[in-house]
């Protein structure tokens, strides 16, 4: 199975200030037919259920604030999350979709508060 | 709008049993494959099991084959997983969730609020 790694565990930003969340893969998740990262990102709020914010590693979902931004490609990814807000806290996943047959995991989570 | 709703929930003992459902609004499941994700109390979140359009591809975690069963009635505009030979390491919240764009490897766009599934004597 892929294995997804997150950094830091948690962080505390300033409002308005960047917030930057890294996700690493145990093996590349770059499907070279399509040239796609199968990476998605995740924001979930204390009792609520996950909300997708990036998907393809870099393809924001509808809806979603402009603020959130995806990169990276193979095994290293990033969120970030420019000019932090109060409603940004939450705890953010990166998840892998590119395993055959499908064992779709996520990594650890990223705690985002505000400092 | 486009919603899920999850029931079937509860408190078992280990070894029991347990059917947990999800409705579909808003959109049709039969063009869409279809997951179930857990989340134990104050841990992270782990894909379950998912079923193709039709119900006759199924695929699921390492630690609950043989035990659990993903299945769907489109014409209900639904989702099932039966959970059998229950672990205290089920304990978890159990979302229904939609894979986007019909794509079986796709990202998930669309979550139900939960189900908490307990498992103890």
């Known amino acids: 199975d892929i294995v997804m790694t997150q950094s830091p565990d948690s962080l505390a930003v300033s409002l308005g200030e960047r917030a930057t969340i890294n996700c690493k893969s145990s093996?590349?998740?770059?499907?070279?037919?399509?040239?796609?990262?199968?990476l998605a990102w995740y924001q979930q709020k204390p009792g609520q259920p996950p909300k997708l914010l990036i998907y393809?590693?870099?393809t924001r979902q509808s809806g979603v604030p402009d603020r959130f931004s995806g990169s990276g490609s193979g095994t290293d990814f990033t969120l970030t999350i420019s000019g932090l807000q109060a409603e940004d806290v939450a705890v953010y996943y990166c998840q892998q979709y590119y395993s055959t047959p499908p064992a779709f995991t996520f990594g650890p989570g990223t705690k985002v508060d505000i400092k | 709008e486009v919603q899920l709703v999850e029931s079937g929930g509860g408190l078992v003992q280990p070894g029991g049993s347990l059917r947990l459902s999800c409705a579909a609004s808003?959109?049709?499941?039969?063009?869409?494959?279809m997951s179930w994700v857990r989340q134990a109390p104050g841990k992270g979140l782990e894909w379950v099991a998912n079923i193709e359009q039709d119900g006759s591809e199924k695929y699921y975690v390492d630690s609950v084959k043989g035990r659990f069963t993903i299945s769907r009635d489109n014409a209900k505009n639904s989702l099932y997983l039966q959970m059998n030979s229950l672990r205290a390491e089920d304990t978890s919240v159990y979302y229904c969730v939609r894979s986007r764009d019909g794509n079986n490897y796709d990202a998930f766009d669309i979550w139900g609020q939960g189900t908490m599934v307990t498992v103890s004597s």
């Open positions: 093996q590349s998740v770059l499907y070279s037919s399509n040239n796609k990262n199968y």
């Open positions: 393809w590693a870099s």
């Open positions: 808003g959109f049709t499941i039969s063009y869409y494959w």
